[in-house]
């Protein structure tokens, strides 16, 4: 294992935050076409499965480079690694499921909405 002082918690945060927000400026940007895209990938668990793959891999990848559980905000790092790898767990695992789960949401703007404050709020950190 690499040890947690190796890359530190700023440059893995620099990595998230500025991700975030290019996420969220984009669901912002693409906000009408959100009901369509997701209409999309309710008819595709292939989708849903590939970025469980790709989230697995990237929570995995942070979790190996910063297993960090003390010391203030680095913690926060780590959790989102955590959460990658169980997200991207729970799309490799159940993607018909989530896919009709994201039809579902297609239809909610309140959703679609928070979906883009949530990244726009956290990576603005």
């Known amino acids: ?3 947690s002082d190796a890359i530190p918690s700023k440059t893995i945060a620099g990595l998230i935050g500025p991700t975030f927000v290019a996420l969220g400026l984009a669901m912002l940007i693409n906000i009408g076409s959100f009901p369509a895209m997701l209409d999309q990938v309710a008819r595709d668990p292939a989708l849903i499965f590939l970025s469980g793959v790709l989230l697995f891999v990237a929570g995995l990848a942070i979790l190996r480079a910063h297993n ?3 010391g203030g905000w680095p913690v926060l ?3 989102l690694g955590a959460l990658a790898v169980l997200s991207g767990l729970g799309r490799m695992f159940f993607p018909i499921r989530l896919a009709a789960l994201a039809g579902e949401m297609g239809q909610s703007h309140g959703l679609i909405v928070s979906g883009l404050v949530a990244p726009l709020s956290l990576g603005a950190r």
């Open 77 to 79: 790092v780590t959790l």
């Open 1 to 3: 294992m690499i040890p």
């Open 68 to 70: 960090v559980w003390t």
